[in-house]
């Protein structure tokens, strides 16, 4: 027997064990071990969490941060998603968007088999089979996956993020309908990560299902199912059949006890913009106990209509939570506190790190550093106490450092979390970090409005944005990083899956990061707060609070907005909820030119923009 011929039997005897059985994933194995040169495979289902715990914390891959919480180092080079590096491949360059970063796929297939090639030798390429959505959802054809990746971290993240087992692949309706992922770490010290050499590659091959990325073993460059299948895949598989969409989305419920009646809120802010904590919020204290707050999703949602009855309903496709650490603490977000409290399995990456004391800490998880700096070490693994002068204040952890822990441990995770259908929604909100203009709360009313806001969404890149010039990084949907399919398409689809409700959802664009022209500090307090927005907006959708109309949307009047319990500074909350007519002006001159870059925007989008621009122009009463 030929030595190559026992490796492909060694495989099938592993595959065997695993019992996994779809003859289509196991050509898809056996192929990329071949590529890859894998020494060995591993086939992993979620009870293997706490075997391969021991064994990261063995390998020194993984340090114990006290009972049950483990804290990782990733690469100093390879601490968030690149974008540059990051492709939308396919055969027809009419999927060629603005954003998505279009290449031919005949010509990246073989530049991603060359670096992948016999990159995993020596290493064990680990099968994970997973699911991103919940089991016997209507939208469960396009959730299959099974991600390959040479890292062992990297299945403990997805252990922990997706549903993850065999079962989830094997008895498939259409055998060959899982998404093929591949993840190859490469080695980290020699990519060029950022330079004019940059060897990474993170490709979607969208229309054969194929997602290849190698060069990185962090975040969405890594988790395979999260980022590169939970939206860039599923967006286009939406667009492709018609049936869906997939959106960075936040996904939370509001229950009124007085009245017993539950509401579903969906919405888009970009990267790093307020999802995670909003969905995780609770509600302010001061409201007294009429409110309950559930948490679904905090980073991605798929919307389709039911037919039944004619609603939007959205899913949660993961199974956990990639938060950002930064600021989490006990008043920010006591939720995510206990979401990662002592016991819950979290991973912690790139925080700072106590091997002594087994503890980890951030960046506002208190408002100062530990005092005793003993045993302390920043992201990078260098001990503070030996920092240069200089460097003293430097922060600890890097600024995108994050946690990850499961649904199950989040503590108002809803109990109807799973269901397969889905929730009904009743608003979706578009929000980012924007220092004026934008207030606390404008409800639309109208579909192609509500996706016009959507489509010019902007959020604050930099400093460099301040004052009235603000420059703003346009994001549609918040989309931006994970659009698969132009945007002219993008949202002649949105008006198409949303336009088939005969129950439209109400949408707002909401802002918590408005700010003193003077002293720059924030007019609204944030965090819990923000459920007062909300509340108002699902008051109006009710008919029990009409608001005042603007050019741009409906805002609150102040005595309709429920401020109990609050402090606001004496002017703050005029311009919380006022429109400011000129900065709005300038706002449209930009919002032409940025869907002007856009290929076949949707004659109503077009119509929505003129609209609220006239609006806009004509005298104000
Ligand atoms: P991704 O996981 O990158 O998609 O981010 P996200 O949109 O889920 O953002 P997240 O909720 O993690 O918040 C990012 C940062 O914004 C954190 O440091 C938060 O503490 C901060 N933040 C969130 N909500 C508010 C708010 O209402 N007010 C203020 N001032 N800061 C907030
Ligand atoms: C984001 O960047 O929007 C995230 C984190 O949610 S990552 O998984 O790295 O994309
Ligand atoms: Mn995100």
């Given amino acids: 027997m030929s030595a190559r011929s026992s490796l492909v039997d060694v495989r099938n005897a592993v595959l065997d064990d695993a019992g996994l059985t ?29 075997r391969l715990l021991r064994e990261a914390v063995d390998a020194g891959e993984l340090l114990p941060a006290g009972e049950g919480r483990y804290y990782s180092r990733s690469h100093a080079k390879d601490t968030a998603r690149s974008e540059e590096r990051t492709v939308v491949a396919t055969d027809d360059p009419a999927d060629a968007g603005t954003y998505n970063n279009w290449r031919p796929a005949s010509e990246m297939r073989p530049l991603l088999e060359e670096r992948m090639r016999g990159a995993s030798a020596g290493k064990t390429m680990y099968v994970v089979p997973y699911l991103m959505a919940p089991p016997g959802s209507p939208l469960e054809a396009y959730a299959a996956g099974v991600e390959l990746t040479d890292s062992r971290t990297v299945v403990l993240h997805m252990i922990r993020m997706a549903r993850v087992g065999v079962a ?20 980290l010290d020699t990519l060029g990560q950022g ?6 590659y993170f490709v979607t091959f969208a229309r054969e299902r194929t997602i290849l990325h190698y060069g990185s073993s962090y975040g969405g460059n890594a988790l395979l199912g999260k980022i590169a299948h939970g939206l860039r895949q599923a967006t286009f598989d939406g667009w492709a059949s018609g049936e869906f969409l997939a959106e960075q989305f936040l996904l939370l419920g509001i229950t009124d006890k007085q009245t017993g009646r539950k509401y579903h809120v969906c919405g888009g802010m970009p990267s790093a913009s307020g999802k995670t904590n909003l969905a995780m919020t609770l509600a302010p204290d001061a409201l007294g106990d009429r409110y309950h707050v559930d948490f679904y999703g905090d980073d991605i949602a798929w919307l389709r209509v039911d037919p039944a009855d004619g609603r939007v309903y959205a899913i949660n496709p993961e199974f956990g939570v990639f938060g950002v650490a930064k600021d989490t ?39 100062e550093p530990p005092a005793d700096v003993t045993g302390w070490r920043d992201w990078k693994g260098e001990l503070i106490s030996e920092r240069p002068d200089g460097e003293r204040n430097a922060p600890w952890a890097h600024p995108n450092s994050r946690f990850t822990t499961t649904l199950e441990h989040v503590p108002n995770i809803a109990a109807d979390f799973d269901v397969p259908r889905g929730v009904p929604i009743d608003a979706i909100i578009f929000g980012g970090r924007t220092r004026d203009r934008e207030p606390l709360v404008r409800a639309i009313t109208d579909l192609a409005e509500g996706v016009y806001d959507g489509l010019t969404l902007g959020a604050e890149a930099t400093f460099a944005a301040e004052g009235t010039e603000g420059v703003l990084r346009y994001d549609p949907m918040s989309m931006r990083p994970f659009m698969a399919f132009p945007e002219g398409a993008y949202a002649a689809h949105w008006l198409k899956v949303i336009g088939a409700a005969t129950d439209q959802p109400i949408f707002a664009h909401v802002n918590w990061f408005q700010r003193d022209p003077d002293d720059g500090h924030f007019l609204w307090p944030g965090y819990r ?25 409906i805002v609150p009047t102040a005595d309709e907005l429920d401020l109990t319990g609050m402090d606001l500074r004496p002017g703050d909350l005029d311009r919380l909820l006022t429109i400011d007519v000129p900065r709005w002006r300038q706002e449209m001159a930009h919002r032409a030119e940025h869907l002007e870059q856009f290929r076949d925007v949707p004659e109503a989008i077009w119509e929505a923009h003129r609209r609220v621009a006239a609006a806009l122009d004509a005298p104000q009463t």
Avoid at 168 to 184: C, G, Q, S
Avoid at 334 to 343: L, N
Avoid at 536 to 541: A, E, H
């Fill in 529 to 553: 707060d923000n459920l007062r927005a909300l509340l108002w907006l699902v008051q109006l959708r009710n008919g029990e609070v009409s608001g005042t109309p603007t050019p741009v949307g």
């Fill in 329 to 367: 603490n006990e008043l920010t977000n006591p939720t995510a506190v206990a979401a990662i409290a002592p016991g819950t399995g979290t991973i912690f990456t790139n925080v700072a790190y106590n091997a002594d004391a087994a503890d980890v800490w951030w960046e506002g998880r208190t408002p």
């Fill in 168 to 187: 989830h692949i094997n008895d498939l309706a259409a055998p060959n309908t899982f998404v093929r992922a591949v993840h190859v770490t490469g080695d």
């Fill in 195 to 200: 330079t004019p050499d940059d060897q990474r």
């Fill in 22 to 50: 779809n003859a289509q994933v196991r050509a898809f194995v056996h192929g990329w071990a071949e590529v890859t040169g894998a020494a060995r495979i591993e086939v992993v289902n979620a009870s293997d969490d706490a």
